[in-house]
């Protein structure tokens, strides 16, 4: 059994070790939150030691860390994972900073276990599907790779205000997807950004809440995101793959599948699945049985290098905006 550690019991953090206590070849051996009371809750729920500081961690028997705290804090935790030669698997992004990130990268590059960054949505069942109906040349050859992500509602203002913005916190995610759909580096960036669901808090923060991103590989093939912090009717998802053989769509997941027909109207369909625990519960499932794999001697799905990338494209974007025209990935 793999013996994996949690460090950070909040929101995703709850959800992981749920996951990783019910995973067939893995153990949850303990966490630790700087919220004392968080900690126990979770160690309390699965009978697990709660321990004293993130040392007590590193220098326990476990064999695997998993970061799910603050962005600010991944750095460090990566490395001390690394140091205590433990496998990481890091919630994105890996940092804020992408200086910080590449001096990570190359501080760990001796690291003999796994690190992978949480890049969930490579694991979803359905865009694993469109993505394989691409690569097993039923779709021709790939031309656009159209990515749709909305927030059911915008975050607290706190949060807001600590998320380094918008391309590295939310956009970091469809990024990374982008890349991992077009099989192919990108090399240019155009983004665009504005403050409509909240131009005051956006203006306080240089931050936007709606915002598309166009993203081209050097054979052409290109990769359109389109964001906002807040769809009214829910959590948006659905990635669509277009070539000159066909067309895949991984779409929404509703709460049920039944539609309903009356007069005026058709086809009336239960709401999207709230938010990203429940919308992306099958991803965070697979995320975890590919890191055990890879703690096993498999292969990682998303490495560190993969996050000091996305964070790269996400750079790109607010430098897009700032400076009004596309940017080369290779100047940043
Ligand atoms: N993959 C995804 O879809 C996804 C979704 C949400 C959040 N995230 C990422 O996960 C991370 C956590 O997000 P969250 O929404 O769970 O945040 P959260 O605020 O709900 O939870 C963070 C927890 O970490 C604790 N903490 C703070 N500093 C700590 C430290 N130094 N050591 C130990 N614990 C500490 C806090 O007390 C809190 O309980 C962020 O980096 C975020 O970007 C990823």
């Keep these: 059994m793999t013996r994996i550690a949690l460090l950070g019991c909040g929101r995703i953090g709850r959800m992981h070790a749920d996951i990783i206590a019910a995973h067939p070849r893995a153990t949850l051996a303990g966490v630790y939150d700087t919220h004392a009371p968080s900690a126990q809750e979770v160690a309390d729920k699965h009978g697990v030691t709660n321990f004293a500081s993130p040392e007590a961690v590193f220098a326990s028997e476990a064999d695997a ?18 140091a205590a030669n433990m496998a990481v698997l890091c919630e994105k992004p890996v940092d804020l900073d992408l200086a910080n990130a590449r001096a990570c990268a190359e501080a760990v590059a001796g690291a003999t276990r796994p690190i992978m960054i949480g890049f969930c949505r490579r694991f ?9 109906a691409h690569r097993d040349g039923r779709l021709g050859d790939l031309h656009q790779v ?7 509602g915008m975050a607290p203002d706190a949060y807001i205000e600590t998320s380094g913005g918008i ?17 192919e580096e990108v090399t240019h960036v155009t983004a665009t950004g504005a403050r409509l669901v909240d131009p005051a808090l956006m203006q306080r923060c240089d931050d936007y809440d709606t915002v598309t991103v166009v993203l081209t590989t050097a054979s052409g093939k290109q990769a359109v995101i389109t964001n906002s912090r807040a769809a009214c009717y829910g959590y948006d998802q659905r990635v669509e793959l277009f070539g000159s053989g066909g067309m895949a769509l991984s779409d929404n997941h509703r709460t049920h ?10 086809g009336q369909a239960a709401p999207l699945q709230h938010f990203f625990i429940e919308r992306y519960r099958d991803a965070f499932n697979a995320e975890i049985d590919n890191f055990v794999d890879a703690i096993e001697g498999g292969t990682p799905e998303v490495t560190l290098n993969d996050g000091v990338k996305a964070l790269a494209l996400a750079e790109a974007c607010f430098r897009s905006i700032a400076e009004g025209r596309t940017i080369a990935v290779k100047d940043v």
């Design 65 to 82: 860390v998993l970061v799910a705290t603050p962005t600010t804090t991944h750095v460090d935790f990566i490395k001390a994972g690394v």
């Design 124 to 132: 979803d069942p359905g865009h694993r599907a469109a993505r394989a």
């Design 146 to 152: 159209i990515i749709t992500s909305r927030d059911p």
């Design 167 to 183: 391309f590295r916190d939310m956009t970091i995610h469809d990024l990374d997807l982008a890349r991992f759909m077009l099989d």
């Design 257 to 266: 599948a039944a539609q309903v027909w009356g007069e005026g109207y058709t």
